[in-house]
């Protein structure tokens, strides 16, 4: 039987790569309001989690994750950076 939600899931796997339940996790535990959208605060608060407190820490991330500027990681964003960095996102997942 299939549920909404792994259907849901599918989906979003052919339209973006590869989506592992990790990743769902990772993104779901990120974005603490459940908007859809890493925000900056809510990256600083991750990045406080993993050990950095610098402020320049967290605009660089977001620069560099957040293509498309809108100073938002929407979920494509998200999915794309783990794609880039499958050793990061391993080491996230052992926090998270
Ligand atoms: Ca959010
Ligand atoms: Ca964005």
Sequence with gaps: MQTT???HLRLKRESMGEVTPEMERIFQRFD???DGKISLTELAEV???LGSTNADDVNH???EIDTDGDD???FKEFIAF???NPGLVKDIAKVF
């Design 72 to 74: 938002n990681i929407d």
């Design 47 to 49: 990045l406080r989690t």
């Design 61 to 63: 991330v977001m620069a």
């Design 82 to 84: 783990c794609h880039a």
């Design 32 to 34: 603490t309001d459940g």
């Design 5 to 7: 939600y792994e259907l």
